[in-house]
T-cell receptor, first 110, second 114 residues
Framework: QKEVEQDPGPLSVPEGAIVSLNCTYS??????FMWYRQYSRKGPELLMY????GNKEDGRFTAQVDKSSKYISLFIRDSQPSDSATYLC??????????FGQGTELSVKP | DVKVTQSSRYLVKRTGEKVFLECVQD?????MFWYRQDPGLGLRLIYF???????EKGDIPEGYSVSREKKERFSLILESASTNQTSMYLC?????????????FGQGTRLTVV
């Protein structure tokens, strides 16, 4: 079983839509949860980071973690064409190990 | 400006060749990682290192080895390159301790094995 599973998509939505991206993980030893965004031909960059269950908001982005279900989500409100990218969830442990999901390719159409 | 630098952006090698991919970071980070990225499979961890001369296997270490002789440099070695190792290779680094798990990535090396 993979340590983190993410629906690879691709996902295509109209501009202004609410986007929901999801991951599940299997090992509760991982305590840090991140979302990275990767534009074409670039390395991933950190978008959101949290270590506790609940919601964390940053502008149009909300990261949600449910440790009891081992489920993490990223919501994008009022999506824009500039949000078109691949979104990767990632989980980390105390020892520094960092595991990524498969990534979801998102396309926001004007 | 933080920097993770990979030695090559594009590389073409022949089957059976020994290949070295180099990565250098200037942030004094303890942890360094090598991932490969393939369509539909995302980033898969090959090896990571949490200290000089220390390494730990990731999910797909077969056919690869690593070297970390200095804190700032982490090398990925393909002992005998094969066509199924054609991929995008990404190096990353993170700082120590709780909460310091933001990873900074290099620009990637696209390796083609022919």
């Amino acid at each position: 079983q993979k340590e983190v599973e993410q629906d690879p998509g691709p996902l295509s939505v109209p501009e202004g839509a609410i986007v929901s991206l999801n991951c599940t993980y299997s090992n509760s030893a991982f305590q840090y949860f991140m979302w990275y965004r990767q534009y074409s031909r670039k390395g991933p960059e950190l978008l959101m980071y949290t270590y506790s269950s609940g919601n964390k908001e940053d502008g149009r982005f909300t990261a949600q973690v449910d440790k009891s279900s081992k489920y993490i989500s990223l919501f994008i409100r009022d999506s824009q064409p500039s949000d078109s990218a691949t979104y990767l969830c990632a989980i980390g442990n105390q020892g520094g190990k960092l595991i990524f999901g498969q990534g979801t390719e998102l396309s926001v159409k004007p | 400006d933080v920097k993770v630098t990979q030695s090559s952006r594009y590389l073409v090698k022949r089957t059976g060749e020994k290949v070295f991919l180099e990565c250098v970071q200037d942030m004094d980070h303890e942890n360094m990682f090598w991932y490969r990225q393939d369509p539909g499979l995302g980033l898969r961890l090959i090896y990571f290192s949490y200290d000089v001369k220390m390494k730990e296997k990731g999910d797909i270490p077969e056919g690869y080895s690593v070297s970390r002789e200095k804190k700032e440099r982490f090398s990925l070695i393909l002992e005998s390159a094969s066509t199924n190792q054609t991929s995008m290779y990404l190096c990353a680094s993170t700082g120590p301790g709780t909460g310091k798990t933001e990873a900074f990535f290099g620009q990637g090396t696209r390796l083609t094995v022919v």
